[in-house]
């Protein structure tokens, strides 16, 4: 489904990706672990097509395409999605007129005719329920006045409703209390389905208490340093990262 | 697109020259210029009642002692007032058969706009049914007025049929020595509309759609004037959000509004004249003056408006609180591109008590457009207890645009409560980022967070022209971010 190979990205000169090689089939959960300032939130921003960053070598190819060709709303209509680590408030656009849109968008993109009013309705109330999201938050304004967990809960529910491919959750757990933890995690575990992917980056290991990785990869300066099943996670939250530091260095 | 809608406006000009003007010039159009002899001709043409030709000298010799206004954030350039014409019979349009010789852009900018397809076929100059079915319209919004006792008709017909009607409220809420372009405006005023709604009287429909049509040729010097009597009320809708073209460069209207006790009107404008193309050539100036007066106790008088046209606009629809416990609002959308200007903001002036005030302003600036918010909140000496709130926001997109605000506070009463919250702020590239990555591209990113900042202006629209304004705005500002 991705295929990552040599990824080199810099932001205002300063190279951060220094050559990513990652394969995701579908089915598949992989978690990107790793120390403050290793490139994890710049990986996921370069899949998504985030202008502040360059592209200055390698490819990355998404189901076939090639993803740094496409614009950013194209690598969504494709069934890329990104839940950011600081989403976005846009005061004034309800949820219902934002998600309306966004799904409509990517409906005319793949050629099928955009859902009724009452059909998206249903659709909204049925997501709601599998990621058990308070239905205030829908009526509101886009992130307007959400706290952190509110915000998260909200990527965890438009994932839902767009139903990507391939999911990125850029340190969905940071900031979340223990049940709003269990909330995104019971999301991204109802949502997993043989067809798609799930690309968890965390910085802790208690996400995957909930959600079980079939990889952990360790991100440190730029590139991927280790790769091994879950139980790197186990080993990473016991020992902190100096010793994979140490065997770098 | 932007490019797009100039071509379109282009075309359609030259059509309008093409067909305009070229029969019976001595019948039909007085010569350049402005002196009394040119007042006299208009009043007589128009067959007016001698107060209304009094009233028109007045305002003319004000007006030749008065200065163009230099105070506002606003180029303009000089205006030579002896070379326009003051006097001309509505244009004939040419006359096509039917829809499908519409030009297909004009008709592509009417879908987008959701516009109906009968008021298309007028706005369009379509003629045969369209014609049938604004007459017969027309009637039908009239017996259904009438049965009511209102009057809603056009200035002249007020004029002729209503002289004491028109005599008694004309110039009493903006006197014929107002100001410079007021008082060009009285001077010279070619039609307008006129509407009474009497005693008890709750208008059953938006005079609205209906008006659309009936002033499509009104000129560059509209005159309006309504009249809510006790417990009537009103809601009004001047304009239109289909694209705009007009030969007279310059506009300077005048409306009016009076309600008596416990009355309200509701005045809302979309306004989308020609801005001028890219570079900033040509473009109608547009120079308005609305005044509404609040006169009997707990009235109620409330100004929405939308701009999104002209290249210069310098406007302050106002609101003078004279009863007790009267209530004026002014809700603002203006919005700015490419090189156009706009001065406007409003003026509430409180003379009665437990008077209330209502300011929501909300500026968009984008090219390398100037926006000014130009606020009076004035409160009496003997206006107990007044209360205002203003809230002006200012919304930038890109970086070689201008947003301005201008606050006037003038208390002279000490129990007065006076609030004033203003914001500035710009389309974050992370927003636009952020819809970009659920499949909305950054045009349509650009109109949701645009509509979604308007909103609380918009929802005071009537619904049918909240759809059309919003639709208007975005296509406004396509081809401006990215």
Redesign the interface.
């Known amino acids: 489904m991705l295929k990552i190979r040599n990824l080199h990205a810099k932001i205002e000169g300063k190279e951060i990706l220094r050559g990513i090689d990652l394969d995701v089939k579908a089915g598949e959960i992989h978690a990107i672990m790793g120390p403050n300032g290793s490139g994890k939130s710049t990986l996921a921003s370069v899949l998504?097509?985030?202008?502040a960053f360059e592209v200055v070598e390698g490819s990355v190819e998404f189901n076939g395409k090639d993803l740094l060709d496409l614009?950013?709303?194209d690598?969504?209509?494709e069934g890329f999605?990104?839940s950011?680590q600081y989403?976005?408030e846009?005061?004034?656009?309800s949820m219902t007129?934002?998600?309306r849109?966004?799904?409509n968008?990517?409906k005319k993109?793949r050629g099928e005719a955009p859902l009724s009013a009452s059909d998206f309705l249903k659709l909204m109330r049925d997501r709601k329920q599998l990621v058990d999201i308070d239905s205030d938050l829908t009526n509101r304004?886009?992130n307007e006045g959400f706290s952190g967990g509110e915000k998260k809960k909200n990527e965890i529910f438009?994932m839902a409703m767009?139903d990507p491919k391939l999911a990125i959750l850029d340190e969905t757990d940071s900031g979340l209390d223990i049940d709003a933890l269990r909330i995104v995690a019971n999301g991204v575990n109802k949502l997993r389905r043989p067809d798609n992917a799930t690309i968890l980056i965390t910085h802790y290991q208690r996400l995957l208490d909930h959600i079980v990785p079939d990889f952990v990869h360790v991100l440190y300066k730029g590139k991927i340093v280790k790769s091994a099943g879950k139980e790197l996670a186990y080993e990473l939250e016991k020992n902190g990262y100096d010793w994979i530091k140490k065997e770098m260095e | 697109m932007a490019s797009e809608q100039d071509k379109l406006l282009e075309e359609v000009t030259n059509r309008e020259y093409q067909y305009g003007f070229h029969s019976d010039i001595e019948m039909d159009v007085l010569p350049k210029g402005l002196n009394e002899e040119v007042i006299r001709e208009i009043s007589r043409r128009k067959q007016e009642p001698e107060f209304l030709l009094e009233f028109r000298l007045e305002a003319y010799r004000n007006w030749l002692k008065m200065e163009s206004p230099d105070w506002a954030h606003l180029k303009i350039p000089e205006i030579d007032f002896q070379d326009m014409i003051y006097y001309a019979a509505p244009k004939k349009k040419p006359q096509l058969n039917s829809m499908d010789e519409v030009d297909p852009e004009l008709r592509a900018t009417f879908d987008k706009l959701g516009i109906p397809l009968d008021e298309q076929k007028v706005l369009a100059g379509v003629a045969v049914d369209a014609i049938i079915d604004s007459v017969s319209v027309k009637t039908t919004f009239r017996e259904t007025l009438a049965e009511k006792g209102i009057i809603f008709c056009s200035f002249s017909e007020a004029a002729r049929e209503y002289p004491d009607l028109v005599k008694k409220y004309l110039g009493s809420v903006v006197p014929p020595g107002d100001n410079f372009f007021a008082a060009l405006n009285s001077a010279v005023f070619s039609d307008g509309s006129f509407v009474f709604i009497p005693k008890g009287v709750r208008c059953p429909m938006e005079l609205s759609s209906y008006f659309r049509i009936n002033t499509m040729n009104t000129g560059q010097f509209e005159r309006t004037l309504i009249v809510a009597e006790d417990d009537s009320y009103v809601s009004y809708l001047e304009g239109c959000t289909a694209p705009m073209r007009d030969e007279n460069q310059l506009h300077a209207a005048v409306v009016e509004i009076v309600t008596l006790d416990r009355a309200e009107v509701k005045y809302s404008t979309v306004q989308n004249w020609y801005p001028g193309n890219k570079e900033g050539k040509g473009g109608i100036y547009n120079f308005v003056t609305k005044r509404g007066i609040c006169k009997g106790d707990y009235s109620k008088i409330s100004w929405t408006q939308v701009e999104t046209g002209s290249a210069i606009t310098w406007k302050y629809p106002s609101c003078v609180l004279m009863g007790n416990n009267t209530v004026g609002e002014f809700y603002s959308v203006a919005l700015t591109n490419n090189y156009q200007q706009a001065d406007t903001g409003t003026k509430m002036i409180h003379l009665g008590k437990n008077t209330r005030s209502l300011i929501v302003s909300k500026g968009i600036s984008a090219g390398k457009s100037q926006n000014s918010y130009r606020g009076l909140v004035k409160v009496s000496k003997k206006a107990d207890n007044a209360r205002n709130f203003s809230q002006c926001d200012s919304l930038l997109l890109g970086d070689k645009c201008g947003a301005h605000t201008f606050p006037y506070l003038e208390i002279n009463n000490p129990s007065a409560k006076v609030e004033h919250e203003a914001t500035t702020s710009k389309i974050?590239?992370?927003?636009i980022?952020?819809?970009?990555?659920?499949?909305?591209?950054?045009e349509?990113a650009v109109g949701?967070?645009v509509?979604?900042?308007?909103?609380?202006v918009i929802n005071q629209l009537p619904m049918e022209f909240a759809v059309e304004a919003q639709k208007l705005l975005q296509i406004s500002l396509e081809g401006s971010v990215g």
């Not at chain 1, 998504?48 to 202008?51: F, K, L, P, R, V």
């Not at chain 1, 846009?90 to 656009?93: R, W």
């Not at chain 2, 509509?451 to 609380?456: A, I, L, S, T």
Request: charged share 20%; aromatic share 12%; proline share 5%.
């Open positions: 998504a097509g985030n202008e614009s950013p709303e690598r969504a209509r999605f990104l950011f989403p976005v846009i005061p004034g656009v007129n934002f998600m849109t966004a799904l968008e990517q993109y304004s886009v438009q767009l | 974050g590239e992370d927003q980022f952020y819809c970009n990555q659920r499949g909305i591209d950054t349509d949701l967070i509509n979604g900042y308007v909103k609380e």
